[in-house]
């Protein structure tokens, strides 16, 4: 039997949910493939040169002294492989890694269970870990600093603490939000790096290398088209290239080429920026609405109906990153790249001013 796909398959799709296809935060479909294609090693790993090449060093010398690495952690936009480059740490310091994320640490038992089940030089990563309570940073401290628990046992005057010691652990912290740690905290932690946005030429290996790991015939200019819109980010360079690689199977023989690429991103309503709807919604909503702006984040949520903090965390790095918004003290406005950008015209000398 032989299934023949409807033409128009792939546009009736495209047009059935939302696109959050180029947003960079993590869908739940995205946890097995990235699994499945993360590489291993620092020769796999592709981009964060400067960092890869520091990361080696530091694990270098924690081997040759035979101690655990630093507390690490890692900050920047989403899907720019945080939790990817912790697994090729572990992998190279040829310990195990325990993954997890600060909203699964609800309970002090979430935190201490974990941390009592650590093996000696194995690595805990937390994922988000802007967002771990009060009770289970107080827990980590001493965890972090002098590897032992404080715990408590007995009530009010017969109250004792115990000291448990832990293993010799190295905790990976991963952030996009840097700035809402705290103080303390974020001091537990040796060494601190900030991931970058990657570029076309990083973003088109990533692309082959994963459609060498799925099978999917692709050339290089192919693979290049797919990387310009993929905003800077791998994990929506990967989600790309299955979706063009659907494109390329029904409509043609499956191999992926500049043109196929360009045809099934635009369809998937990506611009050459690699802006989605949402993106440009948000754009013109400033200029059109607020003439340029500055206006504030709950407003621009409002009226485009997505959450402000979605906006903020997944959406403005990288239009802030390639200029297209610029954030003020008094809220957000465009650039004249950005009326150029979508086809507007901008207004004269004077009115210009005025607006930037
Ligand atoms: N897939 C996702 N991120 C990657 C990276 N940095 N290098 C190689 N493949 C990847």
């Given at each position: 039997m032989s299934i023949i796909a409807d033409d128009n398959d792939f546009e009736k799709q495209q047009t059935?949910?939302?696109?959050?296809?180029?947003?960079?935060?993590?869908?739940?479909?995205?946890?097995?493939?990235?699994?499945?294609?993360?590489?291993?090693?620092?020769?796999?790993?592709?981009?964060?040169?400067?960092?890869?090449?520091?990361?080696?060093?530091?694990?270098?010398?924690?081997?040759?002294?035979?101690?655990?690495?630093?507390?690490?952690?890692?900050?920047?936009?989403?899907?720019?492989?945080?939790?990817?480059?912790?697994?090729?740490?572990?992998?190279?310091?040829?310990?195990?890694?325990?993954?997890?994320?600060?909203?699964?640490?609800?309970?002090p038992r979430d935190i201490i269970g974990i941390l009592m089940s650590l093996e000696e030089g194995e690595i805990l990563?937390?994922?988000?870990?802007?967002?771990?309570?009060?009770?289970?940073?107080?827990?980590?401290?001493?965890?972090?600093?002098?590897?032992?628990?404080?715990?408590?046992?007995?009530?009010?005057?017969t109250v004792k603490t115990l000291r448990v010691p832990l293993p010799k652990f190295t905790l990976i912290g991963a952030t996009t939000k840097a700035g809402e740690l705290s103080g303390p905290l974020r001091d537990r932690f040796g060494i601190i790096h900030r991931l970058e946005f990657y570029n076309e030429k990083e973003l088109s290996e990533v692309i082959?290398?994963?459609?060498?790991?799925?099978?999917?015939?692709?050339?290089?200019?192919?693979?290049?088209?797919?990387?310009?819109?993929?905003?800077?980010?791998?994990?929506?360079?990967?989600?790309?290239?299955?979706?063009?690689?659907?494109?390329?199977?029904?409509?043609y023989d499956g191999k992926v080429t500049e043109d196929i690429a360009n045809q099934a991103l635009d369809i998937l309503k990506i611009d050459e920026f690699g802006l989605d709807t949402t993106d440009r919604n948000l754009l013109k909503l400033i200029i059109e609405k607020y003439d340029g702006g500055p206006v504030g984040i709950e407003t621009i949520a409002a009226a485009i109906g997505e959450d402000a903090r979605t906006l903020e965390d997944v959406?403005?790095?990288?239009?802030?990153?390639?200029?297209?918004?610029?954030?003020?003290?008094?809220?957000?406005?465009?650039?004249?790249?950005?009326?150029?950008?979508?086809?507007?015209?901008?207004?004269?000398?004077?009115?210009?001013q005025s607006l930037f």
């Open positions: 059935v949910k939302k696109n959050p296809i180029v947003q960079a935060n993590v869908e739940e479909t995205d946890k097995t493939f990235e699994n499945n294609i993360r590489p291993k090693t620092f020769n796999t790993y592709i981009g964060q040169s400067a960092l890869k090449e520091t990361l080696k060093i530091t694990i270098q010398a924690a081997k040759k002294r035979e101690k655990p690495l630093d507390h690490l952690l890692f900050y920047g936009p989403p899907g720019l492989g945080k939790t990817t480059l912790a697994g090729v740490i572990a992998n190279e310091m040829c310990v195990p890694i325990k993954i997890t994320s600060a909203p699964a640490l609800e309970r990563f937390i994922d988000e870990i802007h967002r771990l309570n009060k009770v289970a940073e107080e827990i980590l401290y001493p965890a972090m600093e002098d590897f032992y628990l404080d715990m408590t046992t007995g009530k009010s005057q082959q290398r994963t459609a060498g790991i799925l099978e999917i015939q692709i050339d290089e200019k192919g693979a290049a088209a797919i990387a310009k819109r993929s905003r800077g980010t791998p994990r929506i360079a990967n989600r790309l290239i299955k979706r063009v690689s659907d494109f390329a199977l029904v409509k959406c403005e790095p990288f239009l802030l990153q390639c200029g297209l918004l610029q954030r003020t003290p008094r809220g957000r406005k465009v650039s004249p790249q950005t009326y150029r950008h979508l086809g507007y015209k901008i207004k004269n000398q004077s009115e210009q």
